[in-house]
């Protein structure tokens, strides 16, 4: 069994998350959850339902929603538990490229225009 995700697809959240993640947390259901609370989010932040809408996302707007959905999953499987990574600061390193990414896509997001070109 896999994760499931309407915006992203489980091989792309274990990417993001990286060769360390602890396996105790690293598990589907948790990653489903992480998943479906990222899509909650960006709907909110954005005021468009993505996820009701998902087949009038262009490639380029799916695969910058895919990308924040498996940062953020990623970020909450490292926080789990970071005890698999040589050390804390690796683990910290990883959270802070992922959450200045995803702040840059939140960005993007909230802005009101952004659906105007991320919408066939």
């Known amino acids: 069994m896999a994760a499931t995700s309407e915006l992203s697809t489980d091989a792309e959240m274990n990417a993001m998350a990286g060769e ?38 262009t490639a380029k707007g799916a695969a910058l929603l895919s990308e924040y959905v498996s940062r953020y999953t990623a970020t909450a499987g490292i926080g789990y538990n970071m005890s698999d990574f040589k050390d804390s600061i690796e683990a910290e390193d990883m959270l802070k490229v992922h959450l200045l990414r995803m702040e840059k896509i939140e960005k993007i997001l909230s802005d009101d225009n952004t659906s105007t070109f991320l919408i066939k």
Do not use: C, F, M, P
């Open 20 to 57: 360390n993640v602890n396996v105790t947390g690293w598990v589907d259901a948790n990653k489903t959850a992480w998943g479906i609370q990222a899509e909650a989010y960006l709907v909110s932040i954005s005021r468009y339902d993505w996820v009701t809408n998902k087949a009038k996302i």
